[in-house]
């Protein structure tokens, strides 16, 4: 990636990869930053500006190819490479979480689930076994993980994380509702539902 990518920008990226998806199945191969940006809301200028901010793609008068232009945001976002994800917690969100074809699709590859309840260990979801958390340590140990899915409650997901990340895990895709603080050289995306239905409602109230 080129220079500095605003987090604006980085958060468009999977809109950018999911629009070129379904160019491609569309059989469309060949695209202007017009036609882009219409498709998806935004301005040919602001399509143009998003590019060049990760190494630029295409030709002046030619457009992008669709394809091209895809692989080139799927390498810049990492997609071109698996990545192993452990779930903790096997509640509702985990088991949705791992019941998700998507996922794997996209190069997410969920190998394994912890919980604390002895009513869930044992349990299979979606043909993963649900472990003690108690083994946590030696399966990190034996196996490399990448991600790490926090579906606890509030109150466990701050120790949670720092539990992992002593392991050697350095990103979480966390959906308790609370914010992680965690050391220089690790990652998290908070996933916060509640709050994403308070926009919503916000949102209609405007209108």
Known sequence: ????????????????????????????????????????????SQIRQDINSFGGFGRQGYGYSVTGLREH???????????????????????????????????????????????KTGEWIHGIPVQDIAVLERFVSEQPVDIAVLAVPATEAQSMAERLYKLGVKGFWNFAPVDLKLPRGAVAENVHLDESLEVLSFRILQE
């Open 1 to 44: 990636m080129a220079g500095y990518v605003s987090d604006a920008v980085i958060k468009r990226l999977p809109a950018y990869y999911r629009h070129l998806q379904e160019l491609e199945k569309e059989g469309v191969t060949q695209i202007s930053s017009k036609d882009l940006g219409e498709r998806m809301n935004l301005t040919a």
């Open 73 to 119: 945001i799927g390498h810049v976002m990492g997609l071109d490479t698996a990545h192993r994800m452990i779930i903790i917690g096997g509640g509702n969100i985990g088991k949705a979480i791992a019941a998700s074809a998507s996922f794997a699709r996209i190069g997410f590859e969920t190998v394994a689930i912890f919980d604390n309840d002895p009513e």
